[in-house]
Structure formats: C-alpha cells, structure tokens
T-cell receptor, first 117, second 111 residues
Framework: DTEVTQTPKHLVMGMTNKKSLKCEQHMGHRAMYWYKQKAKKPPELMFVYSYEKLSINESVPSRFSPECPNSSLLNLHLHALQPEDSALYLC????????????????FGPGTRLTVT | GENVEQHPSTLSVQEGDSAVIKCTYSDSASNYFPWYKQELGKRPQLIIDIRSNVGEKKDQRIAVTLNKTAKHFSLHITETQPEDSAVYFCAEGGATNKLIFGTGTLLAVQP
C-alpha cells in the first residue's frame, strides 16, 4: 500500500461541534504531519509526529488537538472552531530521517475539505 | 527567518514550449528541495526532488537544478502538455522533518 488515506472527504460543522479527522498510512513511515491549506496558498504545517510522539507544534490554537494512536494512524480532533478555520486539511507521511534531510519524501493524502458554519 | 520565494506566481506557455519556475531560500542548513504538483481539488504530489550533494536531477521531461552558493533552485519542464497545467510548489527541508513551501506557481499550458 503506497497511499495515505483521509476521512472524511468533506466535513461541515458548526462552531460548537466536536469532530475528528482521520489519516492512515501503511507504508511503514514513522513521521506523520497535519497541514492546513487555504485556497491558492501553499500547505501550512500544523503538527509533526515522529515515532508517535509530537515533535513539532507550529503554535496551533488549542481548538485543534492532534493524536497519534499508533504508527499508522493520525487524528485531528476539532472543537469550537471558527469560520476562518475552513480550509483543506492535509495529512502527510514520510520515512523518519531518510537521508537526514527534511525527513525525506513527504506523501500527502487527498485531504478533508472542512467548512465551519 | 524561514522563507522561500517562488517566481513567477503565474506562468502561461504554449503546448510544446518549456516552463521554468525558480525558488530562492534563506536557510544555509537546508539540504532537501522537493517540488510538488497540485491539480485543482487534488492532493500535492511529489514530482521530483534534489538533495544538496547534487547539482542537477532529471526525470523524463522534468529537471531540477540547485545552486547552493546562490541559494536557489529551479524546476524545468520541457515539451509542456496541457496535463502539466497545475499549481507547482517548491519546498526546502533541513535537519528536521519540517518543509517550508514556496508560494506556488500557477502553470497554464495552452493547447
């Protein structure tokens, strides 16, 4: 399996809802990432997990809560979001330390299109 | 600070022509430079990458060149086809898992 999968594809939630985004990979990668992407902008890093431990948090508001239950799964728990949080949320994975450069090739999932109403 | 400049922001070429996109980075410690292609509504896809110990890498119609002294790298697409139309992002990576992305180039290949 050479793919990163994400569910759901689309999500509409109110500002008081609690929802979760899920990401899965079976490539044996030990680094997993959450990115946020607004229209016509580059992906913006949110979190990095390395060997199932949070290694980078890019000062993301606490209404976004990541979780890495095991080496294949990555979740992003959402609570009390704001309309400006509407975006495409991308998950990615890479081999840890491949070549010692940027964690090696990062492979992206198809994303979850989130709309906060 | 962390910054990758990417130019041009939009590029229109005729089918069969070449396209060149350039990126400039600031972190001397960066040693990994990937390029991603993102079609409308789809995921970014890695199309080619280069590491700092190499000056050029080619894969069929796509090539990437790196000038570490000047801190810039470029994507070259030859014999462009309509299916090359997409947004292209450069990125830089260093000792951590973090990639810094450029601002993107919208490439339109006119048939």
């Amino acid at each position: 399996d050479t793919e990163v999968t994400q569910t759901p594809k689309h999500l509409v939630m109110g500002m008081t809802n609690k929802k979760s985004l899920k990401c899965e990979q079976h490539m044996g990668h030990r680094a997993m990432y959450w990115y946020k992407q607004k229209a016509k902008k580059p992906p913006e890093l949110m979190f990095v997990y390395s060997y199932e431990k949070l290694s980078i948090n890019e000062s993301v508001p606490s209404r976004f809560s990541p979780e890495c239950p095991n080496s294949s799964l990555l979740n992003l728990h959402l609570h009390a979001l704001q309309p400006e949080d509407s975006a495409l949320y991308l998950c990615a994975s890479s081999q840890e330390g491949a070549g010692g450069a940027g964690g090696g090739e990062q492979y992206f999932g198809p994303g979850t299109r989130l709309t906060v109403t | 600070g962390e910054n990758v400049e990417q130019h041009p922001s939009t590029l229109s070429v005729q089918e069969g022509d070449s396209a060149v996109i350039k990126c400039t980075y600031s972190d001397s410690a960066s040693n990994y430079f990937p390029w991603y292609k993102q079609e409308l509504g789809k995921r970014p896809q890695l199309i080619i990458d280069i590491r700092s110990n190499v000056g050029e890498k080619k894969d069929q119609r796509i090539a990437v060149t790196l000038n570490k002294t000047a801190k810039h790298f470029s994507l070259h697409i030859t014999e462009t086809q309509p299916e090359d139309s997409a947004v292209y992002f450069c990125a830089e990576g260093g000792a951590t898992n973090k990639l810094i992305f450029g601002t993107g180039t919208l490439l339109a290949v006119q048939p």
